[in-house]
Structure formats: C-alpha cells, structure tokens
C-alpha cells in the first residue's frame, strides 16, 4: 500500500493503480483501496472504472460520505450534474458537516443556473471554517438574483 501510495503522490497513476489493483486482490474489500485507484483513476480519465470503483466501495461502506462526495466527479466530467447533486446531498446527509461536499456542490448548482442554493452552500462552507477564495464568493454573490 506504501508503494501505491508513493507512486500516486509522484504523480505515476499508472503504477498507482496496478499497485492499488495487486493489494486488492489480498484485500478485496478495502474501500480505501478502492477510493485511492478511483482518485487515480480519475486523474487518469477512465471515469467508468471510477464509477465500477467508488460504486463498489459504496457498496461495502454505504455510509461513507467521501466517496459520494468523489463520485460525483464522474458525473460532472460527462455532465450529469443532478446525479452529482444527489451524490453532494448524500455525502451532506451522511456527514452534515462536510465542509467540502458542501463547497464542491456550490459550483455544479452553479454550472446548472441555481445561484441562490450554490450562495446557500457557499456560506454554509465558509461558516463551517472551509477556505472560501474571496473571488469565487463575490463571482457567485454577484449571480444571486437581488444582490448583484
């Protein structure tokens, strides 16, 4: 897992996810594992096997609010964005002070012309101490109806 892991940080996605495949093969229900060859996955634009490895992870650990809040980056890339919404709201529901689902949500209710629910989740981010970019909360602020 070591390996794995040092090869994913080195930016080797391809040996990241050959090492993160091998130690699933001993460990064939480790959704850690499953979430970090996802992650690589990921950066390596194969969404559909990121979609097979974070449903899979779901199913082993349905209560698992990380790996909703990563899904939904499969769903953005082929722009799907209510089912990137739901799996957001999912990850909010599981764990309700996820700072960061509630921060990634805000721009694909954004890219969908929502503004007042990606204002909503913006200042429910901030206030749960995420480091909100001072540019992005006024672009978003000023796309609010009644405040730009």
Known sequence: MRKAASAFYKKNYDRAM????????SFPSSVTLLFNRGLARYLKGSFHQVLTDYSEAMKLQPDSSRVYNNRRLCYQAWKEYQKAIDDFSKAIELQPVFAGAYYNRVSTYAT?????????????????????????????????????
């Open 112 to 148: 969908v012309g929502d503004y007042e629910r990606a204002w909503e989740d913006l200042k429910k981010a901030k206030a749960l101490n995420y480091s909100v970019n001072p540019f992005f909360w006024q672009s978003v602020l000023k796309k609010v109806p009644g405040t730009g």
């Open 18 to 25: 050959q090492l993160f495949s091998a130690a699933l093969v």
